[in-house]
C-alpha cells in the first residue's frame, strides 16, 4: 500500500505451492529405544541351592607312569608294649641209682632221683608222666645192661607199647638208649616199663652213680 501510494509496482503475493512433506509421504516417524544398564539392575547373590544327584561315572582312565621315590619319611615313635605271651610249659627229668630185676611179668620202673619235675608232672611214688598241658612232647630214656643178662623194656601210654629198648645177653655191659616224640592229649600217661621174657631181665645200676634216667619235655 506504501508502495502502491509512492507510484511503485504492486509486489508479488508469494503462494506455497506444495503441500508439507508430513502430508506428502507417509513414512514413519523415528522412535529411538529405551536402553537399560543390566548392572545397576543385577541383584544380591543367592543362596546355594541343594546338592543334585551323583552323575554316572566316566570310563576309568589308562593308568599313569609311576612316579618317582619320595624321601624317606621320619622314624615314628615308639609303640605301646604287647601283652605277654602265654607260654605253657611241662618238663620232666629223673634217675634211678638201684638196680632193678624181673620178678614179675610186667613192672613199672620207678626212679629213685629227680633231676627236674616242672609243676610235679611226673609222680615219682607212680613212676608215671601226666599230661596236663596237650601238645607234642619228646621223651628219652637210657640205661646201662647187665652183663649176662636180658635188658628188655618199653615207653608206655596208656597201657599200650609205643617203643622198645633192647639188649641181648653179653659179656659186656653197655648203655643203651631210645627216645620218641609222642602228641598227647590232657590225662595221658607215660611211663617206663619192664618186662620180662624167657631169659632174665635186668638193668644195672648202683647208689654212687645214676645210670638209668628218663625225661621229658612238651615241644609244641
Not at 608222666?129 to 596208656?158: A, D
Amino acid at each position: 500500500a506504501g508502495s502502491a501510494q509512492e507510484g511503485l509496482p504492486p509486489r508479488p503475493r508469494c503462494v506455497r505451492c506444495c503441500e508439507p512433506p508430513d502430508q506428502r509421504f507417509s513414512y514413519p516417524r523415528y522412535q529411538p529405544l529405551p536402553q537399560i544398564n543390566m548392572t545397576i539392575l543385577k541383584g544380591e547373590k543367592g543362596d546355594r541351592g541343594e546338592r543334585g544327584m551323583q552323575g554316572k561315572f566316566g570310563k576309568t582312565g589308562v593308568a599313569g607312569s609311576r612316579g618317582h621315590t619320595g624321601p624317606k619319611g621320619q622314624k615314628g615313635s615308639v609303640g605301646a608294649p604287647g601283652e605277654r605271651c602265654k607260654t605253657h610249659y611241662a618238663a620232666f627229668s629223673v634217675g634211678r641209682k638201684k638196680p632193678l630185676h624181673s620178678n614179675d611179668y610186667y613192672q613199672t620202673l620207678i626212679f629213685d632221683t629227680e633231676f627236674v619235675n616242672l609243676y610235679d608232672h611226673f609222680n615219682m611214688f607212680t613212676g608215671k608222666f601226666y599230661c596236663y598241658v596237650p601238645g607234642i612232647y619228646y621223651f628219652s630214656l637210657n640205661v646201662h645192661t647187665w652183663n649176662q643178662k636180658e635188658t628188655y623194656l618199653h615207653i608206655m601210654r596208656n597201657g599200650v607199647e609205643v617203643v622198645i629198648l633192647y639188649a641181648q645177653v653179653s659179656d659186656r655191659s653197655i648203655m643203651q638208649s631210645q627216645s620218641v616224640m609222642l602228641e598227647l592229649q590232657e590225662q595221658d600217661e607215660v611211663w617206663v616199663r619192664l618186662y620180662k621174657g624167657e631169659r632174665e631181665n635186668a638193668v644195672f645200676s648202683d647208689e654212687y652213680d645214676t645210670y638209668i634216667t628218663f625225661s621229658g619235655h612238651l615241644i609244641k
